[in-house]
C-alpha cells in the first residue's frame, strides 16, 4: 500500500504504529481528521518520516501524557492563581498592590505545567487578560486543546448592573469565545470556571449564572442563523462543530466550575479531574527522550537562545528536527524554520521572546515609558549623540503616530531583554506586530499601527480612477487587534524605501514613486476592511494586478490564522465611484478574484453598469472599470 485516505473521520482517535511500518507507504491524507491524537497534529503536518521518527522513539520508553489546556479571560479574574493552585494543590492567591496592576499579571503568555499522575501532565497556556496581549495569541500554537474560560462571577454582576446582561455576557464571556473559535474552530465546548464566588451572595450568584449561559446560548444562536440566512453550508464558519451544534447549549454540556477564596484541596482536584475528562481525546503522548530533551532545554537558563550546532551537541548527535518542530508546534520551543535570519536559532526560553512583545506591547504603556524616559541614560549611535531630548522626541513619536526610529528600537531591545536586536525586529515583524522598515530623514524607523493615534483620509484626485474592494466579515466578530495586524500586512505589503507611508487607527496609506495612492481602513463597527486604489489611467491594468494580489494575500493570512472567520470580498464599479452614485454597483466574491492566472480579462470592450440610467441598460462603461484587465 503506497497511500491511505483516511479523511474526514471524526471519531478516530489514533492509528496503530504498525501501519506505518508500511514500507511502500508514502502518503496519508488526515484532512478533516481532527480527533486524532496519535500520532499527534505537530507530528502528522511533517509528514510520513516525521511520523515513523515519532512511533520509533515512542517505543524507546518513558513516555510522559500530555494535556492541553488553554486559558483565557479577563484580567483579574483569576486565571493565575487557578493555575498555581493546580500546580502546588493547593489554593493560591496571586498577589496585587494596591498601587500596581503588574506585581503578578500574565504578559503576553505563559507556558507552564502541573502534575496529574506520575505520568499524565496538564499543560497549560495562559493568557494575559488585557486586551494589548491579545496581539502575541499567534504566537502561541493551539492546534489542539481544551478551552478553559475563567469568569469573574463579581465583575459580571458589576457589569450587568451597568451595561446590561447581554452587554456584560460578551465583555467577560462571549468575545472570548469568539475569539477562541475563530482562532481554532475546531475546538471543543469550553470548561467554564467561576471566580470571586465569595464576593457575592448565594442568591445573586445563582441568579448570575444562569443569566451567564442565558445569555451566551441567546448571543450564539443569533449568531448561528444570521449566518445561516447569508452563506452556504460550505461556510467555512460551519466548520466551528461544537459552537454551531445546537443540539445542547454550549455552557451546560459541562457543569460551570467554582473557583474561589476558600477553595480547598478537594476542589482543586476534582477541578483536575473535571480538565482530564474532558481532556480524554486529547491526552498526547510524548516520547520520553522528546520530553527529556524539553526538561534539558528548560535548564539552560544562561543563554537566551541556542543554535541548531548548540542543540546537536546537547542532543549528542544530528539535529532533531522532528522534535523540534513538534516543540514549537506544542509552543514549548519557537523554531522559525522558514525564516531565514532566525532559522538557525532555537528560542527554549519562550518567556524572553513575550519579553520582547512587552517591551511595546505593555498595559501600563505609559507609566511605563514615564520611568525609562527617567532612567534614560544618553548614548552614542554611530556618530549621533542621542540625547534626553532626542529620546523623548522619539518615545512622543511612537505614543502619538506608533513609528517607531529604528535607533529606539534596537536600544529598547539591548537594554530590556536578552535577544540580539536583529533577531527580536525579525520575530515582531513575522507575527506582523511592527511593519516596515521605511526610510526617512533621520534613518530607518518602523510603523506600529496599534499606537498611531492620527486618522488617514483619502487626498482627492479627479484624474485619478478608484479601484475599491472591501472584506466584509460575518459570524463572529474579528477581534479588535485583528484590524491592526492586517494593517501591518497591508504596509509590509506595499513599502519600500521608496514609497511614503501615512498610518493611522484607523489604517493606512502608501503612495508609490509613480504617485498612485494605495490606502486600507478598517471599520470594526462594520466588520469591514476596505482596499482603494487611486491611479492614474495609464496604470490601471497593473493597479487591478495589485489589489488582487493584495487580497489574495490578506485572505491567505486570515485562512492561516484566523480559521474560522467568515467573509465575502466585494468589488465595487469605479465608474460608480467616479461618478458619485449614491448607489454603487458591486461584484461579490467574483470567480475571477480568486483566479491564479491574471488577468482573466483581456480588451476594452464595453459592459454594462446597473447605475448608468443614461445608457438604458446597454453597455456603456468601459470594461476595465469592472474587471482587471489588461490593455
Known amino acids: ?115 496529574f499522575d506520575e505520568v499524565s501532565k496538564l499543560v497549560f497556556h495562559d493568557f494575559g487578560g488585557q486586551a494589548i496581549y491579545h496581539f502575541a495569541y499567534p504566537l502561541s500554537s493551539r492546534s489542539q486543546f481544551i478551552p478553559l474560560l475563567v469568569i469573574d462571577i463579581e465583575a459580571f454582576d458589576r457589569l450587568a448592573e451597568v ?88 455552557l451546560t454540556r459541562h457543569q460551570p466550575k467554582v473557583f474561589y477564596n476558600s477553595t480547598g484541596q478537594n476542589v482543586i482536584s476534582a477541578l483536575k479531574h473535571a480538565i482530564l475528562s474532558i481532556g480524554l481525546p486529547l491526552i498526547t503522548e510524548i516520547p520520553g527522550n522528546w520530553y527529556f530533551m524539553m526538561q534539558v532545554f528548560a535548564s539552560k537558563t544562561d543563554k537566551p537562545y541556542l543554535t541548531l550546532e548548540e542543540e546537536e551537541q546537547i542532543y549528542h548527535g544530528d539535529t532533531d528536527r522532528v522534535m523540534l518542530q513538534y516543540l514549537h508546534e506544542i509552543g514549548r520551543i519557537m523554531w522559525y524554520r522558514n525564516r531565514t535570519l532566525i532559522a538557525c536559532v532555537v528560542f ?26 527617567a532612567d534614560f541614560k544618553p548614548f552614542k549611535n554611530g556618530d549621533q549623540n542621542i540625547t534626553d531630548v532626542v529620546y523623548k522626541q522619539m518615545a512622543k513619536r511612537f505614543l502619538e503616530y506608533g513609528i517607531m526610529n529604528s535607533i529606539l528600537l534596537s536600544h529598547l531591545i539591548k537594554t530590556e531583554s536578552e535577544i540580539k536586536p ?83 487607527k484607523n489604517g493606512a496609506c502608501v503612495m508609490d514613486t509613480d504617485g498612485t495612492l494605495k490606502y486600507f481602513f478598517h471599520n470594526q463597527e462594520e466588520n469591514t476592511v476596505s482596499l482603494i486604489v487611486l491611479t492614474n489611467p495609464a496604470k490601471l491594468a497593473s493597479s487591478w494586478m495589485s489589489q488582487l494580489s493584495t487580497v489574495k ?53 464595453l459592459v454594462v453598469c446597473r447605475q448608468d440610467r443614461s445608457a438604458q441598460g446597454l453597455p456603456s462603461i468601459p470594461l476595465p472599470l469592472l474587471y482587471p484587465c489588461e490593455f
Open 1 to 115: 500500500m503506497e497511500e491511505l485516505d483516511i479523511r474526514d473521520n471524526k471519531t478516530l482517535l489514533g492509528i496503530p504504529a504498525g501501519v506505518f511500518r508500511l514500507p511502500k507507504l508514502e502518503v496519508i491524507n488526515f484532512e478533516g481528521c481532527k480527533s486524532i491524537t496519535s500520532p499527534p497534529d505537530g507530528v502528522r503536518k511533517q509528514g510520513i518520516s516525521a511520523i515513523r521518527k515519532y512511533f520509533t522513539d515512542l517505543e524507546k520508553g518513558g513516555k510522559k501524557n500530555f494535556v492541553p489546556v488553554t486559558v483565557i479571560g479577563q484580567a483579574m479574574a483569576g486565571k493565575t492563581s487557578l493555575i498555581k493552585s493546580m500546580q502546588q494543590t493547593k489554593r493560591y492567591l496571586s498577589h496585587r498592590s494596591n498601587d500596581s496592576q503588574l506585581d503578578e499579571a500574565t504578559k503576553v503568555f505563559k507556558v507552564c505545567e502541573a502534575d
Open 163 to 250: 451595561n446590561g446582561i447581554n452587554a456584560a455576557c460578551k465583555d467577560v464571556c462571549f468575545d472570548w469565545l469568539s475569539h477562541l473559535y475563530l482562532s481554532c474552530p475546531q475546538a471543543g465546548p469550553p470548561l467554564i470556571v467561576l471566580t470571586h464566588r465569595d464576593q457575592v451572595k448565594t442568591d445573586v450568584f445563582n441568579r448570575r449564572m444562569q443569566q451567564l449561559i442565558d445569555a451566551t446560548e441567546t448571543l450564539r444562536l443569533k449568531i448561528i442563523e444570521e449566518e445561516k440566512a447569508m452563506a452556504p453550508s460550505t461556510s467555512p464558519f460551519f466548520s466551528m462543530e461544537s459552537f454551531c451544534d445546537k443540539s445542547q447549549p454550549l
Open 348 to 373: 527554549h526560553r519562550v518567556e524572553l521572546l513575550t519579553k520582547v512583545v512587552e517591551l511595546l506591547f505593555d498595559h501600563s504603556s505609559k507609566e511605563m515609558w514615564v520611568k525609562r524616559i
Open 422 to 504: 536583529e533577531l527580536a525586529i525579525d520575530v515582531l515583524k513575522l507575527f506582523h506586530l511592527v511593519c516596515g522598515p521605511i526610510q526617512e530623514e533621520s534613518g530607518c524607523s518602523y510603523i506600529v499601527p496599534y499606537f498611531s493615534q492620527k486618522i488617514v483620509t483619502i487626498v482627492e484626485n479627479g484624474s485619478y480612477i478608484p479601484l475599491k474592494v472591501d472584506i466584509c466579515f460575518n459570524g463572529l466578530a474579528i477581534p479588535g487587534y485583528v484590524y491592526h495586524l492586517l494593517t501591518a500586512i497591508y504596509v509590509d505589503i506595499h513599502v519600500s524605501h521608496y514609497n511614503r507611508v501615512d498610518v493611522g
Open 553 to 605: 494575500c490578506l485572505k491567505e493570512q486570515l485562512a492561516e490564522v484566523w480559521k474560522g472567520a467568515h467573509y465575502d470580498t466585494i468589488f465595487y464599479c469605479a465608474h460608480c465611484l467616479l461618478t458619485k452614485q449614491k448607489e454603487l454597483s458591486t461584484n461579490a466574491n467574483p470567480p475571477w478574484s480568486d483566479n491564479q492566472k491574471h488577468p482573466v480579462y483581456t480588451g476594452t470592450e
